[in-house]
């Protein structure tokens, strides 16, 4: 539920998206989300933190703010997911904006805990554009449970939550693991790599390097 004593209540569009998302924990549940549906227990996975009890409140905050839904999935799966609605997924390039921003903070450490999402998004708000502008090739990524597969197409990357198995290079390790082969140039042999080894160097040399890890 929202607290209307915490409300902003101003007529401005930054003052009501604070009111929607500036709770504790609210926007990078919507971070999590921007890939597509999870269950409650994915979304606390990637919220390393958080507790319970409070997750309930903000997804429950977000459903009456009109950003999520919370629906039922037919039997045999019989689990409650939560989804952005079309409202709700407008809220990403205010994510990847603050993805790149943060990005540049000295005090980013890539040994902090890290979800699937947080990388996958990233990747689309850091990748340069203009080394990457002359390669077509799809890479994947598997990180425990989930999958992952990213198309790069002359400077362009799209990000869906799918099978990597057909990817031309196939990247397999934790997010933190992999994320410090990208931006921390740490070495690719520390993960699992099955395809183009040379695709995959070519992939971690698109990203800038980042100064916190």
């Known amino acids: 539920m929202r607290d209307n004593k915490r409300l902003y209540e101003q007529a401005c569009g930054a003052a009501v998206a604070l009111d929607v998302l500036g709770e504790r924990w609210a926007l990078l549940i919507v971070r999590e989300l921007l890939l597509g549906p999870k269950r409650f227990a994915d979304i606390r996975s990637g919220l390393p933190g958080v507790s319970a009890n409070v997750l309930s409140m903000r997804l429950d905050g977000l459903e009456e703010s009109g950003v999520l839904t919370k629906r039922l999935l037919p039997p045999p799966a019989s689990v409650s997911i939560y989804e952005l609605t079309p409202w709700g997924y407008q809220a990403e390039p205010v994510v990847r904006a603050l993805v790149e921003w943060g990005a540049m903070s000295p005090d980013l450490s890539l040994s902090n805990p890290m979800s699937p999402t947080t990388l996958m998004l990233s990747l689309r708000g850091l990748l340069d554009s203009t080394r990457s ?40 390790g ?40």
């Open 174 to 213: 934790t997010a933190n693991d992999i994320a410090m082969v990208i931006y921390g140039g740490v070495a690719l042999n520390t993960i699992d790599v099955h395809g183009d080894r040379a695709l995959a160097k070519r992939f971690s040399a698109y990203f800038s390097r980042l100064n916190g890890h």
């Open 133 to 172: 502008r002359k390669e077509r090739a799809t890479i994947g990524f598997r990180m425990g449970r989930e999958g992952f597969v990213a198309k790069l197409d002359a400077g362009d990357l799209s990000v869906e939550r799918n099978d990597p198995s057909d990817a031309d290079v196939l990247l397999e």
